[in-house]
C-alpha cells in the first residue's frame, strides 16, 4: 500500500516562493512516476508537474508552470519535490501529490486518471 503525505503548503504574496514537499512509503515508489496536481475553487483538478520513475529524471511541466516550478525526487529519503517561484494568484489552490504508472514521456503524465496513489493535499493561497 503506498502511502503520500504532502507538506510546504501556506500563504504567500505574489511573486513569492513555496517549496512542497511529498513523503512516500511503499517499496513501489521508485517505479512510479510521481505526479503533483493542484485544484482551485470549483475547477477541475489540473496537473502541474510530474517526474518519471526508475531513476529517469524526465520531467513533465504544464505550460502555467514552465520556468517557475521544478520538481524534483530524492529516491532515497523517499521524497518528492515541487519548487515554486514567482507564485501568482491563479496558483492559488490544494496542491496533490500523486503516484502511479502511468506510460511513456508525454503529456500523459499530467493525466489524473493515470494515478492510483493520492495525497490529502496541501493548501497554497497567493495574494
Known amino acids: 500500500h503506498v502511502q503520500l503525505v504532502e507538506s510546504g503548503g501556506g500563504s504567500v504574496q505574489a511573486g513569492g516562493s513555496l517549496r512542497l514537499s511529498c513523503v512516500v512509503s511503499g517499496y513501489i515508489y521508485k517505479n512510479y512516476c510521481m505526479g503533483w496536481f493542484r485544484q482551485a475553487p470549483g475547477k477541475p483538478r489540473e496537473g502541474v508537474a510530474a517526474i518519471g520513475g526508475r531513476n529517469s529524471g524526465r520531467t513533465y511541466y504544464a505550460d502555467s508552470a514552465k520556468g517557475r516550478f521544478t520538481t524534483s525526487r530524492d529516491i532515497a529519503k523517499n521524497m518528492v519535490y515541487l519548487q515554486m517561484n514567482s507564485l501568482k494568484p491563479e496558483d492559488t489552490g490544494i496542491y496533490y501529490c500523486?503516484?502511479?504508472?502511468?506510460?511513456?514521456?508525454?503529456?500523459?503524465?499530467?493525466?489524473?486518471?493515470?494515478?492510483?496513489?493520492w495525497g490529502q493535499g496541501t493548501q497554497v493561497t497567493v495574494s
Open positions: 500523486a503516484a502511479g504508472v502511468v506510460g511513456a514521456w508525454g503529456s500523459m503524465w499530467l493525466n489524473s486518471e493515470r494515478y492510483n496513489n
